[in-house]
Nanobody, 123 residues
Framework: HVVESGGGLVQPGGSLRLSCAAS????????IAWFRQAPGKEREGVSC????????YYGDSVKGRFTISRDNAKKTVYLQMNSLKPEDTAVYYC??????????????????WGQGTQVTVSS
């Protein structure tokens, strides 16, 4: 399974780094994605990394501001979030599945999920 951490309260324009730690498996052969869900909204794909070839994917709303990376030795995937906006406020989830699922970042395609971590962007 996976466990997220790093959420919190940050002012607009600030930064946070989320972590997704894997337990019981290595990251070498999976897609690891970040999704988010704000109250009253559908779950949205934020970013994904294909651990087989290193390809990364980003949702349009976060391109240029968020960066996904991995540390295979620590079995952890990170989401560096810069220039945060109030509309980035949501519960952020980490999910794992087959590498090919990265290309579409469809929530239903991911079978293993963490419990989520709250990110609040507010002054």
């Amino acid at each position: 399974h996976v466990v997220e951490s790093g959420g919190g309260l940050v002012q607009p324009g600030g930064s946070l780094r989320l972590s997704c730690a894997a337990s019981g498996f290595t990251l070498d052969y999976y897609a690891i994605a970040w999704f988010r869900q704000a109250p009253g909204k559908e779950r949205e794909g934020v970013s994904c990394i294909n651990s087989v070839n290193g390809d990364t994917y980003y949702g349009d709303s976060v391109k240029g501001r968020f960066t996904i990376s991995r540390d295979n030795a620590k079995k952890t995937v990170y989401l560096q979030m810069n220039s945060l906006k109030p509309e980035d406020t949501a519960v952020y989830y980490c999910a794992v599945d087959h590498p090919l699922t990265c290309a579409t970042m469809t929530p239903d395609a991911f079978g293993s999920w963490g419990q989520g971590t709250q990110v609040t962007v507010s002054s």
